[in-house]
């Protein structure tokens, strides 16, 4: 469990790195996929990037929607 938490908060300080209108809704989706994929087979780094991709895809989606 301890390789899992340093893990997520690697990937999530490479997140912080990058600029912020390219991590929009990624971070959330991290944090969300990276848990399921813990407990789902303890594949949080693969669940985590999964999650980023679908935060991310959720989010320009709602931006669309909102123009």
Excluded: D, F, W
Aim: net charge positive; aromatic share 2%; charged share 15%.
């Amino acid at each position: 469990m301890k390789s899992t938490l340093l893990t997520v908060a690697a990937v999530l300080l490479m997140l912080g790195a990058s600029p912020a209108a390219n991590a929009k809704g990624c971070i959330k989706g991290a944090v969300v996929g990276g848990v399921a994929g813990h407990y789902a087979g303890h594949h949080g780094v693969l669940g985590a990037a999964a999650g980023c991709l679908y935060g991310r895809h959720h989010a320009k989606e709602q931006e669309r929607q909102r123009q």
